[in-house]
Nanobody, 125 residues
Framework: QAQLVESGGGVVQPGGSLRLSCAASGFKLDYYNIGWFRQAPGKEREGVSCIGRDNASTYYADSVKGRFTIFRDNAKNTVYLQMNSLKLEDTAVYFC??????????????????WGQGTQVTVSS
């Protein structure tokens, strides 16, 4: 059964860093585009970042450009989201998901599947 599991969330002060992991089981992650999404209370789920199957194309929301970096470790069947210079507005539950056609610009959650359970990121002073 194809499954994605997120981890690495936590509580951090503004300006701090976290690295989120999205580990795949039941399928080869490098065959798919992998997107990171987030959802804050009362807000819609938004696409934050995505990495293409070619391991070269990436997408970043304007709100995270220059602060977040997405990358793969195919040997570990895992995609990471390195988050630096975190802001209060980055607080949300972060999810990863997969698709085959393409990341999209921006990624649309309805085009992705095999959602993980999410990991909470809280930025608080």
């Amino acid at each position: 059964q194809a499954q994605l599991v997120e981890s690495g969330g936590g509580v951090v002060q503004p300006g701090g860093s976290l690295r989120l992991s999205c580990a795949a089981s039941g399928f080869k992650l490098d065959y798919y585009n992998i997107g990171w999404f987030r959802q804050a209370p009362g807000k819609e789920r938004e696409g934050v970042s995505c990495i293409g199957r070619d391991n070269a194309s990436t997408y970043y929301a304007d709100s995270v450009k220059g602060r977040f970096t997405i990358f793969r470790d195919n040997a570990k069947n895992t995609v990471y989201l390195q988050m630096n210079s975190l802001k209060l507005e980055d607080t949300a539950v972060y999810f990863c998901a997969r698709n085959f056609p393409g990341c999209g610009n921006p990624p649309q959650s309805r085009a992705f599947s095999s959602w993980g359970q999410g990991t909470q990121v809280t930025v608080s002073s």
